[in-house]
């Protein structure tokens, strides 16, 4: 007896194990198929999420993301909207309901049915596609037993005993060789596949508490989980903030994976019930989609750092990395957190992530919070010194407040966890920006990436002190390595743009800027950026459109066009100053006068600027910067460098572009 089963213009031949329209086969996944038959077998009912999983995946073990991207696969093969569905309804937190009229059509088979094909499921085990499948429940699943009531007609007679067992056990032979072959050859191609693993993306956790005010918890875990693996040396896994702009994305794993040039990706979702956490995670290898390995955890919040360094091991073992004993001690040395501590850690990642206003000082708070709850949680006190120098990148904070607050708590961080790379790259950021402490930024740095080689940040702030120096190859080879990690950092990117600016690279530069206003169109950063770079080529009017989007008046950019020397703009400048009220930026100053030829005055306003420590993150550029390329032959600047403890000028020549 065959059984097909047409809704609209489709129709389902069970013992074919095919999906057809209009006549049609359509492409679709062996397991999704199993799933769309027993969601009509069983029509009109709503199945639970785990009753599903235990029926159409049976003893493999899965988790709810492989059912998720089941039904997504479904959904795209029916064109069905999720939101106004016509086939597969979904009950929320509960499961799925199939609701479409089906008619059932049965006949006799022609002829026999051929062997069936053997498919291979998550997990690993074999299963037939005619094989039962036994239903959680009560009955079985009657669409895809094995045909009956057919007639066996051997093709050789079977009168001699003796030749029968002599052909049964050659039958039997081969049959086996041919067992063990296949399963050599999956088991050899496994192997190379997880040899092939070198790279990958950890997507954001899904939550399924079906809570939205625990988002936090699920990218918490997330960030943690991308941690633990971006410690391990040999794999090179992409940094959180990319990662989460695939956060609710409808794009498929392979095309998220083409994007991120990575090998396979690690998704899963996370569970809360009190106290207790379940992190269920799935590695899928791309681009053929394949689930590779699945496994769940489950704990107290408290041993949450715990359950996600057993994640990283696990894929570590699974992909056949191997660990250094360093990363190993690093994954094993775990200790228990206070779950409010931890909580409130969460929300600090959280809203140091949204990039919102007032979200820097909501999470300095949650993380002094964290602190305060457990004083022996590191990576609390390095959430706190990132947020302080936020706060003093965003001009909240004067530079000697934020510092020095930032400078206690990342001393604490490394008393509590001499083993955190992100520690040391937030004092090797405090020494390079705030300190200039130009040998100690370096080894910090260099130390942070021995411990977290996949630290963006560590590779950023490193190829910025190589490009102050004048190492511009360096430099831009460890701004390479940080943008692969982080390709969708907009500021990554920007500040790329304006280390290749520093370099005199100015073509590349332009590209780097675009790259960055394709991601964010209308961030006032790259668009200054952009606009400077034009200027510096001589292209004033591409410069004047990207100012003028950033917001700068025409008088403003009037003054930077004189600065610029550009032909036929004169006075704007004093102009503009005899105009102003009250104190103006120092180095600004310093580099208007020196442009326009008045040395003297440019000199005064750098001991000035010094004096006043109001600009030292973009003091530490002078050695390399355009802007005073017009002082570089006078002895005063040399001995300014000197004094100040900036490094000396690079003994390379540099193409004036201003």
């Known amino acids: 007896m065959t059984v097909r089963y047409r809704f609209d213009d489709l129709e389902i031949d069970v013992q074919g194990f095919r999906l057809c329209r209009g006549g049609e086969a359509l492409t679709i996944e062996p397991k999704a198929l199993n799933l769309l038959i027993f969601l009509v077998e069983n029509r009109g009912r709503l199945l639970d999420r785990r009753g599903l999983i235990d029926t159409v995946w049976k003893e493999a073990f899965v988790t709810d993301h492989v059912l998720n991207r089941a039904i997504g696969q479904l959904r795209k093969v029916l064109d069905d909207d999720p939101k106004e569905p016509r086939y597969i309804e979904t009950v929320h937190t509960l499961g799925y309901r199939f609701i479409a009229e089906v008619e059932t059509v049965k006949s006799e088979p022609v002829a026999p049915s051929p062997a069936i094909a053997q498919i291979e499921p998550e997990g690993g085990q074999a299963v037939t596609s005619g094989q039962q499948l036994e239903k959680s429940y009560g009955a079985s699943h009657p669409s895809l037993q094995p045909n009956q009531g057919i007639a066996d007609t051997p093709s050789v007679p079977w009168t001699h005993p003796p030749r029968r ?3 049964l056990l050659g039958c039997t032979l081969l049959l086996a060789a041919g067992v063990v072959a296949l399963w050599m050859k999956a088991r050899t191609s496994r192997v190379l596949n997880a040899a092939q693993i070198r790279s990958l993306a950890v997507l954001p956790l899904e939550n399924l508490s079906g809570d939205a005010s625990q988002d936090y918890l699920a990218d918490g875990m997330t960030d ?19 990662a989460m702009q695939y956060k609710n994305a409808k794009k498929s794993l392979p095309q998220i994976a083409k994007e991120l040039n990575v090998d396979a990706v690690v998704e899963g979702s996370v569970v809360r019930s009190g106290d207790r956490i379940r992190i269920a995670t799935q590695l899928i290898a791309v681009p053929a989609d394949k689930q590779f390995w699945a496994h769940s955890y489950e704990g107290n919040l408290k041993d949450a750092l715990a359950l996600e360094n057993q994640v990283a091991s696990a894929v570590a073992d699974q992909i056949r990395i191997a660990l ?36 820097t000082q909501k999470a300095l708070q949650s993380y002094q919070q964290s602190a305060q709850l457990d004083p022996n949680f590191a990576p609390a006190y390095v959430g706190i010194a990132r947020s302080y120098n936020y706060l003093v990148d965003q001009e909240i904070l004067p530079i000697g ?62 190829g910025n002190y190589f490009v102050l120096l004048g ?41 780097k ?37 950033a917001g700068d008046n025409a008088t403003t950019i009037g003054v930077w066009d004189e600065i610029h020397m550009v032909p036929g703009v004169k006075g704007t400048f004093d102009t503009w100053l005899r105009k102003q009220k009250g104190p103006q930026n120092a180095l600004f100053l310093s580099v208007a006068y020196a442009n326009l030829g008045r040395k003297d005055q440019a000199f005064e306003w750098l001991e000035k600027a010094y004096e006043q420590r109001s600009d030292l993150p973009d003091m530490i550029n002078m050695p390399v910067e355009p802007a005073f390329d017009v002082l570089r032959s006078d002895p005063r600047f040399d001995a300014f460098l000197r004094r100040a403890g900036l490094p000396p000028q690079p003994s390379i020549h540099f193409a004036q572009t201003w």
């Open 224 to 242: 943690e989980l991308i941690t633990g693996l971006g410690q391990i040396s040999a794999l090179r896994v992409i940094s959180r903030t990319t």
């Open 165 to 167: 067992m002599a052909l």
């Open 401 to 462: 407040e934020g510092t020095a607050d930032a400078d206690t708590a990342i001393a604490k961080a490394l008393e509590l966890d001499p083993g955190s790379g992100e520690a040391y790259a937030g004092r090797a950021y405090n020494l390079l920006k705030f300190h200039w402490d130009f040998p100690g930024a370096e080894r910090d740095f260099r130390h942070a990436l021995e411990l977290d080689p996949n630290a963006s940040s560590a590779h950023w702030g490193l």
């Open 324 to 359: 250094t004993p360093g990363e190993k001690m690093q994954l094993a040395g775990t200790r228990q957190v206070n779950p409010r501590s931890y909580e409130a850690f969460l929300k600090g990642n959280f809203f140091e992530q949204s990039l919102k206003q007032g979200s």
């Open 513 to 549: 800027c675009n790259a960055a206003l394709e991601l964010n169109p209308d961030l006032p950063w790259t668009l200054e950026a952009t606009g400077e770079i034009y200027e510096e080529k001589r292209e004033y009017s591409e410069a004047h459109k990207f100012w003028s989007k």
């Open 471 to 511: 190492r511009f190859d360096e430099g831009i080879q460890e701004m390479s390595q940080a943008e692969a990690l982080d390709p969708l950092s907009v500021p990554l990117k920007t500040n790329y743009c304006e280390m290749l600016r520093l370099a005199r690279r100015l073509d590349q530069a332009i590209a």
